[in-house]
Every structure is written in C-alpha cells, then in structure tokens.
C-alpha cells in the first residue's frame, strides 16, 4: 500500500541539502535556506504598528514597498534582540503555492553561508531544541557539533503571512492619508 500525504504532510523523511546563511540570535548560531533570502539590509528603525503580535516590530518601507519586520528572539519566545552595530535585517521572499510574501526578520548578526550536503543533515528532534519542532527543517552537522536549520515557511504560518500582509497593505493606506495631509 502507497503511503500519501494529507494536508502538506510529507510521509517521507525529507533532507534538504543546499547552502544556508548562518545568522547569530542570542548567541546561537542558526541557517536559514539561501534560496528564500533576498537580501541583506543594515537594521533600521521600525515604524511600529499598533495592536500586532509582540514578535512584529513594524514595517519598513524598502523602495517604496511596505515590509513587514519580524524580531526572530521575539518570535521564539526569547527576550527582545538588543541592536548593535552587527545586528541586520534579512529580507526574505516566502512562497506558498501561488502567492509570495516580502518580509524582514531581525537578527544580531549575519556570519557565512555554509553549504550542507545531505549527510550532513540529521531530522528535527522531537523535543529539547528550544524551539517549537515545526520550525526546524533539520539539524545541520558542522565541525562536530549541530547547527538548527529553520523552516522559515513555517517559522511564520500561512495565517501568520496573511495577517502580515494586511498589516503592510493597512500601513500603505495610512502612510498615503499622511502623506496627503
């Protein structure tokens, strides 16, 4: 009998070979998938918008693009990153199916890309990552010790994205009634 998959689930142990950007977060080392980051920008401040998730710091106008701005700690319930003069936003370029969504994820620092073979990936661990287990797409082996891979599509759920989407659509309008004042 052929085992399928329901709802997005995969039935099979999936690696995902390829290069990562190794990016510092309170003193741990992530990789997030090269494929979905489109560049890298110095931090910036921010406009905040009310009433939004504690991890969502606000929006940032990136040539005349509204993006929504995500404090990775925040958003793994860790303490707010403290900015310094290494800390960045990433700008990442999210796929599901048909649609695509722009938004910056603050980090404390940008180190290398590393590329990982697929032996080099181990499968998420069910438990003590630290981390809630749909947001690792695997465990990178690096000089003999693990390296947490992020599954940044799932690190923001669908709803998450959508909402986000709202948000920057409803900063658009209001940064056009401002500026028309």
């Given at each position: ?105 603050v980090v404390d620092a ?28 695997g465990m990178g082996k ?40």
């Amino acid at each position: 009998m052929e085992m399928v998959a329901v709802g997005g689930a995969s039935t099979e142990q999936r690696s995902w070979p390829g290069q990562y950007l190794i990016v510092q977060l309170q003193g741990e080392a992530f990789g997030l998938d090269i494929s979905s980051v489109r560049e890298i920008i110095a931090y910036i401040v921010p406009t905040q918008i009310p009433m939004m998730p504690d991890f969502v710091v606000g929006v940032i106008n990136l040539r005349g693009q509204v993006v929504p701005v995500i404090d990775m700690a925040r958003r793994f319930g860790r303490p707010t990153t403290q900015i310094h003069k290494r800390s960045c936003i990433i700008i990442l370029d999210l796929q599901d199916g048909h649609s695509r969504q722009r938004l910056g994820v603050v980090v404390d620092a940008v180190n290398e890309v590393l590329e990982f073979t697929a032996e080099q990936i181990e499968a998420a661990p069910q438990f003590g990552a630290g981390l809630r287990t749909e947001f690792i797409r695997g465990m990178g082996k690096v000089a003999g010790s693990f390296m947490i891979l992020l599954e940044m599509g799932r690190v923001l759920s669908l709803e998450e994205m959508s909402a986000l989407s709202a948000v920057a659509a409803e900063a658009d309008a209001i940064g056009a009634v401002d500026s028309g004042s």
